[in-house]
Nanobody, 121 residues
Framework: QVQLVESGGGLVQPGGSLRLSCAAS????????MGWYRQAPGKERELVAD???????NYADSVKGRFTISSDNEKSAWFLQMNSLKPGDTAVYYCNGVIKPTDWSRGLDYWGQGTQVTVSS
């Protein structure tokens, strides 16, 4: 079984920074893609940023130039550096990974439990 555990959320003032971390554990053969999503109250979950195993990255227009996704493949972990935070970034942030538990299995979708990010003065 694979588990994703997030950390790094919290309360920050507008213009501040936070770094979210996601650590994958369990039976992992490969991580095909890794990403971050968020869900604000009353809104649907949306993609924030994702990255393929080859290093290709993709960002929501609303966070381009402010957020950076990165990974530490040796530790099966990925991160979201969030700078110049705005009140509109307030949401629960979820990490997501498409992970193959074994070399013969297809990639499966895994989610973290979510971490609250609140941007407020």
């Amino acid at each position: 079984q694979v588990q994703l555990v997030e950390s790094g959320g919290g309360l920050v003032q507008p213009g501040g920074s936070l770094r979210l971390s996601c650590a994958a554990s369990g039976t992992i053969f490969s991580i095909d893609s890794m990403g971050w999503y968020r869900q604000a109250p009353g809104k649907e979950r949306e993609l924030v940023a994702d990255m393929t195993s080859a290093g290709w990255t993709n960002y929501a227009d609303s966070v381009k130039g402010r957020f950076t996704i990165s990974s530490d493949n040796e530790k099966s972990a990925w991160f979201l550096q969030m700078n110049s935070l705005k009140p509109g970034d307030t949401a629960v942030y979820y990490c997501n990974g498409v992970i193959k538990p074994t070399d013969w299995s297809r990639g499966l979708d895994y989610w973290g439990q979510g971490t609250q990010v609140t941007v407020s003065s």
